[in-house]
């Protein structure tokens, strides 16, 4: 604590200094201008540094506060094990570039990712969550509105072997199994909610590519964990690795290559 506010009195001094550095250069400068501009825009970095540290300060001291407050022991054991967990997490992000999440935590911030990027390319295995699952319709609405402002979301659908046939039958005589419902429904309702859709089969790839995942702006991969049966972990990590997203990316174009040549039966599928 004494430590934050030691900080907040640098800040706010050496903001005084930058100020009046550009006052002083704007008097000896021929261009005025230059001198305020650099005065202008180091106060604006220093205050904005300030103001971060506040937060952390005020954050910091509410919560000690609180965990002062709590009288049952078993609960204050419950948040010392969450804490260890947050501080594990810290370490990783600084140290690794990368954490580890539970299945919840995952939906939570993959909603979050989608609702803040610009360009997510997206692999998908567990295709029936999005017409069940609670945590995966909220996701899908962030997908909706990140595609209405301009956003840039492509997927690729991992259905299983099993779907060939039935898919076979349809194109052929138009016969609609449960199964191939559901999967019309899934990719109609992505397309029409402006996400550019394609699929394969969990036996065309080469052992080992496929995944469930997702790019968002070349920056950042979140990555469920599945086993060698396609079964979910129900955990997974995100990464900001810049090596590992790569590695994704390259992962998801030949997945997305490979799809191509199923486009004549998806075109059939999205059809009203």
């Excluded at 604590?1 to 903001?15: E, T």
């Excluded at 021929?30 to 501009?37: A, E, F, I, S």
């Excluded at 909603?111 to 319709?137: F, G, M, N, P, Y």
């Amino acid at each position: 604590m004494k430590w934050l506010r030691l900080h907040d009195f640098v800040y706010l001094v050496l903001a005084i200094v930058l100020a009046a550095v550009g006052f002083l250069s704007s008097q000896k400068l021929k261009d005025p201008d230059v001198g305020w501009l650099f005065g202008i825009f180091a106060v604006t970095l220093v205050v904005v540094q300030f103001m971060y540290v506040y937060e952390l300060r005020n954050n910091i001291s509410f919560f000690v506060s609180d965990y002062q407050k709590i009288r049952d022991k078993f609960l204050r054991e419950v948040v010392d094990q969450k804490l260890s967990e947050i501080q594990q997490l810290a370490q990783n992000a600084g140290k690794e570039g990368r954490i580890d999440l539970n299945l919840d935590d995952l939906f939570i911030f993959v909603t979050l990712l989608v609702q803040r990027c610009e360009k997510l390319e997206a692999v998908d295995i567990r295709t029936e969550r999005w017409l069940s699952d609670t945590r995966a319709r909220t996701y899908f609405r962030a997908n909706r509105e990140a595609t209405k402002r301009g956003a840039s979301i492509s997927r690729i659908f991992v259905f299983g072997s099993s779907a060939r046939r039935e898919l076979a039958d349809f194109i052929s005589d138009g016969s609609e199994s449960e199964r191939i419902k559901e999967i019309r429904k899934l990719l109609k309702d992505q397309k029409d909610a402006g996400i550019k859709i394609a699929f394969i089969f969990d036996d065309e790839p080469e052992k080992g590519e496929v995944y469930d995942f997702g790019v968002f702006d070349d920056k950042r991969v979140l990555d469920e964990n599945f086993d060698a049966l396609g079964n979910s972990k129900y955990g997974g990590f995100i990464s900001s690795v810049s090596h590992e997203v790569r590695r994704y990316k390259e992962r998801y174009e030949t997945l997305w290559n490979l799809a191509q040549k199923h486009n004549g039966a998806l075109n059939e599928l999205v059809k009203d």
